[in-house]
């Protein structure tokens, strides 16, 4: 159990259907992340909240809409997504945003048909 | 832009061979570095660290890793691996507090 769940963990969706990818973590932590993980190539982290805010954005499609209501839960909405978009998901949550160690959940492995 | 190198993407060995995987970064300020490891059907967990101090870092499951800032490298090190050591390990470097990633190896150990 590494206090970091994600759900659901397989998502098959198509383009026009709309979804939600849900994080908790049991940490206390207060910086929660999204990273997209592709075969062969590095994670690429989408978004960093800090405190229930909005801290980075890499340049990530609106398709993907990020919700942090509080500091335990951490939402990924997903509209109209294309079929390149099928990935591993993964949250992450760490102490704060200076670096520490990132806990990480298993993942939501999303198909897009 | 910063960026993690990784040498290999897949890397083959027999039990008890020595193991050295190699990470490479490109930034030239003060850098945080990191290696995760994600054995098969598990989630990313965190191997060893280097924030400051002693460059040689141990971690966990004997894995160390040495921090050489001329060569802007943090290579990963076990001296005999293990059949359970089959993994997809990958390099981070944290600046600016962000991590930036490597590819990753996958790690096949022989038994």
């Known amino acids: 159990e590494t206090g970091v769940t994600q759900t659901p963990r397989h998502l098959v969706m198509g383009m026009t259907n709309k979804k939600s990818l849900k994080c908790e973590q049991h940490?206390?932590?207060?910086?929660m992340y999204w990273y997209k993980q592709s075969a062969k190539k590095p994670l690429e982290l989408m978004f960093v909240?800090?405190?229930?805010?909005?801290?980075e954005n890499n340049s990530v499609p609106s398709r993907f809409s990020p919700e942090c209501p509080n500091s335990s839960h951490l939402f990924l909405h997903l509209h109209t997504l294309q079929p390149e978009d099928s990935a591993l998901y993964l949250c992450?949550?760490?102490?704060?945003?200076?670096?520490?160690?990132?806990?990480f959940g298993p993942g939501t492995r999303l198909t897009v048909l | 832009a910063q960026s993690v190198s990784q040498h290999n993407h897949h890397v083959i060995l027999s039990e008890a061979a020595s193991l050295e995987l190699g990470c490479n970064y490109s930034?030239?300020?003060?850098?945080?570095l990191f290696w995760y490891v994600q054995y098969p059907g598990q989630h990313l967990q965190l191997l060893l660290k280097?924030?400051?101090?002693d460059p040689l870092v141990k971690g966990i499951k004997g894995f160390e890793a040495e921090f050489i800032k001329s060569k802007f490298s943090f290579n990963l090190r076990k001296p005999s691996v293990q059949w359970s050591d089959t993994a997809e390990y990958f390099c981070?470097?944290?600046?600016?507090?962000?991590?930036?990633w490597g590819a990753g190896t996958k790690l096949i150990i022989k038994p």
């Open positions: 992450a949550s760490s102490q704060d945003k200076a670096l520490n160690e990132q806990f």
């Open positions: 940490l206390g932590h207060n910086a």
């Open positions: 909240y800090n405190f229930k805010e909005q801290t």
């Open positions: 930034y030239g300020g003060t850098v945080n």
């Open positions: 280097y924030f400051s101090g």
């Open positions: 981070a470097v944290g600046s600016n507090y962000q991590l930036i």
